[in-house]
């Protein structure tokens, strides 16, 4: 059996349960054209036909993960980046704060951002060491389910910015509720007060480490995928 008949009759494999249509056939199309530039691409740098061609099938997926979105990526490069972005959203929140340690609800913040900043770096550090012999281009691969994690990128932008106006929401009142409640003008008495009310309303802010993590978690899955098409 030529080269060219065995790639067609493993696509027609792939496809055997999938309905006629013209986006399953441009998809086999782009699978087959991928499947045989890999397949060429293995055979210029040394391989044989039969080695060459269990090597290129590996970076296909089955249709379920064709049509649901699922990407598989490189495990250990993929979270040493994810990781990698927490540490450093983590730290510049804790280089951020560390001018509020004039005040104690500063000083408690910046403290707790030191304690997760460390954390994160030692878990960084751990898995780091735990996967050193793993070879960044190996078979060590994790599937993604890609169009979840969008989902859930996206309710964490939603929920954060309802939990700022929560809490913004609170501070306000707790300060200036009885201002307004009898047509009282606000008042700003010297610059430490306005430091304080300037703190409180900032430091909710910084719970955006989560979704920015989640965010950068998705934004970086084409970059660690294993094939062109999965």
């Not at 979840?148 to 009142?173: P, Y």
């Amino acid at each position: 059996m030529t080269m060219e008949a065995r790639i067609t009759r493993h696509v027609n494999r792939l496809f055997e349960q999938a309905q006629d249509t013209q986006a399953n056939r441009e998809l086999k199309e782009e699978i087959q054209s991928n499947l045989t530039a890999r397949i060429e691409d293995y055979m210029e740098r040394g391989m044989d036909e039969d080695l060459a061609f269990q090597n290129a099938i590996q970076h296909v997926a089955g249709l379920d993960d064709i049509f649901t979105g699922n990407h598989r990526v490189h495990r250990v490069p993929y979270w040493t980046a994810v990781l990698q972005s927490a540490l450093i959203y983590s730290l510049i929140a804790w280089i951020i704060t560390i001018p509020m340690r004039v005040l104690v609800e500063g000083n408690v913040l910046n403290n707790l951002l030191m304690i997760v900043s460390l954390i994160v770096g030692g878990t960084y550090v751990f898995y780091m060491l735990k996967n050193k012999n793993n070879h960044p281009g190996g078979e060590d691969i994790t599937v993604i389910r890609t169009p979840l994690l969008m989902q859930w990128a996206r309710r964490l932008w939603w929920i954060w910015a309802g939990f700022i106006l929560v809490l913004w929401g609170t501070q306000a009142a707790v300060r200036f509720g009885s201002n307004l409640w009898y047509s009282r003008p606000i008042q700003v008495e010297g610059p430490y007060q306005f430091a304080v009310i300037a703190i409180a309303f900032a430091i909710p802010l910084l719970s955006v480490i989560i979704p920015l993590v989640v965010h950068r978690a998705y934004r970086i899955v084409s970059k660690y995928e294993v094939g062109d098409v999965i």
